[in-house]
């Protein structure tokens, strides 16, 4: 009884192990359930035998199983004594991987085979490609091909290809294929083939005499010729416009400030735009020669065809000039010998009228007539001082010519008017000649104006009598009659009298120093105060123009000068023989700014001031003076 007992234990046992075993085996695969729309699916298959697994694929009929079902699957699959052996636990799930792998391609097919029909309502991808004009999708392959050429022409001969013909400072010509444009600035443009693009030009003209033109043609300051097919517009800007009689013109036609002559075997498609002026400006040649011979080579004179309008005009200046020598010699005679004896103020005035006459026009802008009259004194001032520069050129010729009637300011302009057009017509040399006259003309005029009008004043000032006071002669000798106390006395009073009297000299009486020696003792102090506010750090650093402003009113109040009025001997004084005190000294300062925002003009005005005065001067009463030797400055 006990081995028949003991082997029904041993073989229960097992049963329930086998049974465990099993039951966790089928639990394991249960997280990865690859699909929740066929959920019964896959216990149905485990619980089925192998030889009945394609029954699997029978839920494919029903879209989605109820959820409740999945519970009692595994009960199912636990009554199951020969559900699957322990030793292949990998083949039912192979097959049962294939099955599912088997639906998903399945259901795949079915989709690309359902969706594969619409595949060809998508719009085809060269559709863009087609809106593009036939002229460059026939000569396209040839961009990348352009020709270009600065200062000389482009040509493309009949038969070549090129992707475009750009000439800049030339003339472009195409005969063969272009699929691009043809463009030329300050030239013409000629095309007798096939253009994809446009015809262009820019200070020049453009003509089509043959083949074809994709796009426009167009002419800036120039005429447009048309004997072809134009699928664009024909343009013309200040010029004419002409059509041959093989044109069609599928575009506009757009002409303005000239006229349109079209031949009566010409074809327009399109609107013709004609916006008169009342009058035509015609070709261009004589502005294109003139850019191209003169302004590119900087000068504004030269030989060549289309140029004599330029002649013509600096010959009528020229015989203006010769007027003005004729009815005004003194002036013109003053003005060069300024010129020749002040030659630094002269440039010095003219620097100042550039920087200053915009200043003039703006503030004179707030009355009606203050702006016109700047505007036209300063043109006749050039006019009158590019006589004025003639005749100082010409001076350095008449000179050795005598006293003669060669030396009237006539012939002084006529020889020096010709020697500067010549000049004109130099490269480079022409138009620095041109500007420095004129510039320099007007500086020289102004200039002689202000000394003139010094002398004026000087001559009007009262003489001043330099007669000292009368003094009284003691006589030496006592007269007959006079008592010895009177005669001790007289001798004693003339005694006294006999005395050297000590003369004070007046400050503001010595030499007033000039321009160029105050800026150099100006330049000196900033110099030092540069020197000093850069030993501060960086975070401690000063105000330059602060700085000096302490610097000078210190010295000036202390000492009456500056180091650099050390070094060149000069001082500080007040025109009223008082001494420089603080305020004077501040005012002075503050009036140094007010000399400082006009480009520095109060400051430059001691140069034109008869009384050797600044701004700031003319503020505080101050005058600066050089000091005699042996005054000490300390």
Not at 43 to 49: E, K, L, N
Not at 525 to 539: E, G, K, M, S, T
Request: a neutral charge; aromatic letters at 8%.
């Amino acid at each position: 009884m006990k081995t028949p007992a003991r082997t029904f234990f041993l073989a229960a046992l097992a049963s329930w192990m086998a049974l465990t075993a099993a039951a966790l085996a089928q639990n394991d695969p249960a997280p990865a359930a690859p699909d929740q729309s066929t959920p019964a699916a896959q216990p149905s298959a485990t619980t089925a035998d192998p030889q009945t697994a394609p029954a699997a694929e029978e839920p494919k009929a029903a879209p989605v199983a109820e959820q409740p079902a999945a519970p009692e699957a595994a009960p199912a699959s636990a009554a199951e004594p020969e559900m699957r052996r322990l030793d292949q636990p990998a083949a039912e799930e192979t097959e049962t991987s294939a099955a599912t792998n088997d639906e998903a391609t399945s259901t795949d097919e079915q989709k690309v085979e359902t969706q594969a029909p619409d595949a060809p309502e998508a719009p085809p991808a060269p559709a863009p490609k087609a809106e593009r004009k036939w002229e460059r999708q026939q000569f396209n392959r040839h961009a990348g091909n352009e020709r270009v050429s600065i200062w000389q022409d482009s040509t493309l001969a009949e038969g070549e290809e090129a992707g475009a013909v750009v000439s800049i400072v030339g003339s472009s010509t195409s005969a063969g294929k272009v699929s691009d444009a043809v463009v030329s600035i300050l030239g013409s443009s000629t095309s007798s083939g096939h253009v994809g693009g446009a015809v262009v030009s820019v200070f020049g003209s453009s003509r089509m005499t043959d083949g074809s033109v994709g796009d426009a043609v167009v002419s800036v300051l120039g005429n447009t010729y048309v004997n072809g097919r134009v699928r664009g517009d024909v343009v013309a800007v200040l010029g004419n416009v002409e059509l041959g009689p093989q044109a069609e013109v599928h575009g506009q036609i757009v002409c303005v400030g000239g006229k349109v002559n079209r031949d009566a075997a010409a074809q327009v498609h399109g609107q013709v735009n004609n916006i008169a002026m009342g009058f035509s400006f015609g070709g261009f040649e004589w502005l294109h020669a003139w850019i191209s011979q003169c302004l590119l080579y900087g000068r504004p004179l030269a030989f060549g065809p289309h140029l004599m309008w330029a002649w013509w005009i600096a010959i009528g200046f020229f015989v203006l000039y010769l007027a003005f020598a004729l009815l005004f010699p003194r002036g013109i005679v003053r003005c060069a010998e300024t010129l020749e004896q002040r030659p630094g103020f002269s440039i010095l005035t003219a620097f100042l009228v550039t920087l200053l006459a915009p200043a003039a026009v703006v503030i004179l802008a707030i009355t009606v007539i203050g702006t016109p009259a700047v505007i036209l004194g300063l043109f006749v001032a050039g006019l009158f001082g590019k006589a004025a520069m003639f005749a100082w050129v010409g001076r350095r010729i008449t000179r050795f010519l005598g006293n003669g009637p060669l030396a009237h300011p006539f012939f002084a302009v006529l020889i020096g008017g010709v020697i500067v057009l010549l000049l004109y017509t130099v490269p480079v040399v022409g138009f620095v000649v041109a500007k420095l006259t004129s510039w320099l003309g007007v500086g020289i005029v102004i200039y002689t104006l202000i000394l003139v009008m010094q002398r004026n004043k000087a001559a009007r000032l009262p003489a001043v009598a330099a007669a000292a006071p009368a003094t009284t002669i003691l006589p030496a000798v006592a007269p007959l009659g006079a008592t010895g106390a009177s005669a001790s006395m007289s001798t004693a009073d003339a005694g006294v009298a006999s005395a050297p009297v000590s003369v004070v000299v007046s400050a503001a009486t010595l030499t007033r120093a000039g321009f160029w020696i105050r800026a150099a003792a100006s330049l000196i102090d900033a110099a030092i105060v540069a020197v000093a506010v850069n030993l501060f750090p960086d975070r401690w650093e000063p105000n330059f123009l602060l700085s000096f402003a302490t610097y000078c009113v210190v010295l000036w109040a202390t000492k009456a000068t500056t180091i650099g009025g050390i070094v060149c001997s000069l001082k500080v004084v007040r025109l009223d023989d008082r001494k420089l005190d603080w305020p004077t000294a501040l005012v002075r300062v503050l009036g140094g700014f007010i000399s400082l925002i006009p480009a520095g003009l109060g400051f430059i005005w001691v140069a034109f001031d008869d009384q050797r005065q600044s701004w700031h001067d003319k503020i505080a009463g101050t005058t600066v003076v050089y000091v005699p030797r042996g005054l000490s400055l300390l």
